[in-house]
């Protein structure tokens, strides 16, 4: 009897070892999300109520593909706290260029020009936007929010290397 008591039990165990569920994903909210492959990145960018995007450095390669969402997770009016992402040429002045977009309100506050080289529409809170661009040249670039006097606190940087 204990023979195949201690059968089942050894039989049991390499069942159980051997079960092959597939792994659960599992979100956790607010964590930094960048999905990265060769020639593919995607970046999750949240903006908030208070001003500021939640990540200050974002990288990519040279000519990678970069899939980029925008989230504003707060509850402010597009009117009122808009948001967006600009990603600036290099060695664009970032105060000259937020100037520029303060006089381009009918235009969600992107001022004409080649001086960018993506950018998202305006979106208030609760809402999300996706862009896809491709990576500029190895260096580093400065991103911003446009809407006026934001930029003083939503910017960042683009390393591309």
Known sequence: MNKI???LILVSLAISCNSS???KKVETPNKITVSKTENEVQIILNSNDQMQFDKKVLSASPGQKVTLTLNHTGRGNKMIMG???VLL???VDVDIFAR???EARN???IPEGDEMIAYTKLIGGGESVTITFDAPAQ???NFICSFP???QLMKGQLIVK
């Open 21 to 23: 569920v597939p792994a």
């Open 83 to 85: 948001h967006n992402f």
């Open 149 to 151: 006097a934001h930029y």
């Open 107 to 109: 235009n969600e506050y």
């Open 100 to 102: 520029k977009a303060v």
């Open 5 to 7: 008591f201690l059968l």
């Open 89 to 91: 040429k290099k060695d």
């Open 139 to 141: 260096g580093i670039y």
